[in-house]
């Protein structure tokens, strides 16, 4: 079938908008009396209970069959995550309902839409409330009280290669058409078909896991990203490696010519796309996962945690199982066990962070959404002094490291006269970072690597994540939406503190290097086959380096 533009992008399924009331915590009292629910498996055990897995395939063709103005339905659960505007119209024309739901409350809420103003730090408790509603929609079309979504865990080297249960079309034999509702076409073909596989990089959960604190100063110091990020877009750790790469490593690039001379991203190249591809689901299960698992680390820490009154807002809205609308507290979600999410993964002798939120937080008084909550939840931006920049467009190359010299020109660094001098001597009940921003960053088809930076890495040393000169990867899902030719351009910081302040360096200049990394490399067995898979020139592209020093007041939490 030729891939065209408006059948790619759509996103089948079906239903009718259903509207009631329920008392906010209802959903948490039924999920205490659902003890029939299997904590939430590794796709490998899940596979082995054919019965299970006819239960969740069957649960997906439900929704999908629902028109798509039900809440339950497989196109409105997809949109909640993100929907292109010409998915809506065409959805519209075969339900007319669909012009009733009010799209701006439950439609394109996935914090990656940088109109949505919310920090990076939202990112993993949004999902994990958009996952647990869906889970329990899922589990009521299937009639299975006791499904759980399985989770995809990539981290197991034995697992890296795409899961067959969500890659086998199963055709009919007298339409040659797929029956697997897991199976999507719109991925990349080379993984699917088994010639590739994940890279190591690319689901490494080393660099997430190293950070002790869940919110940072700025997004690329927490787990989960920052309460009060620098720039629009910015991103926590988890989210840019494993998270992004796995939406490039199966999006990849699908041609819409026989000749393979255009092509586009598919599903899960995209946020506007995304949860339309049903493996989305097993990938932010395991997502959720590795939030449960960093939370039972020790030595965890809130970090530059936000103001009591931000926990206890109420910015999302979701449907549950029985179509009612839910509006529940930010901090609600961050406690696992609100929501009785269990993997097979948890240890009995775990205390997590996240049973204890920040500053012992309690509900406020002013009502949610006026003016004395808002204020009351408001993270104060830290001051800024720029030191230096490139300002010529780079484009990185897929294949080499690309190193740029960034000047240091400023000498007054809050009052100190050199940068080194300004990080060792903080005044108390401040601290200062300096930090490498990345501005103006965009690419024009699927990156199929990804972008680590380096800072001050010494001549031939080998480029590793392990070494005290990284600092992170660039953060590309998300920057585009699916329909549109240019981004507009995003920024990134990255924290460069620690290396000013422990190596020698001549204070004049900051040598970054970015080096290419593949998300995919063949698979065993696969050597030769997969050696004729091209390699994409994503064209990514960075219009300014700059460097930068910030000042903020020092956060304690009790």
Known sequence: MEVTRRNFIKITASGL???????????????????????RMKLEDFVKDQNRVKSLQRGVQVMKSRKPSDPRSWFFQAAVHGVEPDAVADAQKQDPDVAKVDQKRFWNQCPHFPELKLASANFLIWHRAY????????????????LSLPYWDYTDKKQRGFPALYGAPENDPATGQPTNPL???????????????????????DFAFQAEKFFGVTADGGFAGAANDLEPGAQGRIETTPHNNVHFAIGGFIATDPAGNSGTGGLMSQVTTAAGDPIFWAHHCNIDRLWSVWDCLPHRQWGSAPPAAWFTEKPWWFYDRDATPQNLERGFYMQAENLHIHFDTDKS???????????????VAAAAGSDEAVAAAAVATPERVDLGAINQPVELSSSLPTVKEVPLTGRNVFGARAV???????????????????????????????YQVYVNLPEGATPTPDSSNYVGSLALFGIKHAGAHHSGGHSQSFDVTGIVKDQSTDGKSLKVTIVPVPLLVPRAGATAAAAAVPIRDAHVTVDRLQVIAIQADTTTTE
């Open 131 to 146: 996952v647990y509603y869906f889970e329990r929609i899922l589990r009521d079309a299937a009639q299975d009280p006791g």
């Open 349 to 363: 002798t775990c205390h997590p962070l996240s049973a204890n939120l920040p500053g012992r937080v309690r509900r």
């Open 17 to 39: 908008v259903l509207f009631g009331r329920t008392s906010p915590l209802a959903v948490a009292e039924a999920a205490s009396t659902s003890t029939l629910t299997h904590p």
């Open 420 to 450: 080194k001098e300004a990080l060792l001597d903080v005044p108390s009940g401040k601290e200062r970072h300096l930090l490498l921003e990345l501005s103006g960053i965009d690419y024009q088809t699927v990156p199929a690597a990804a």
């Open 183 to 205: 199976y999507d076409a719109r991925r990349e073909n080379a993984f699917t078909q088994g010639l590739l596989e994940l890279s190591d990089a690319a689901v490494s959960t």
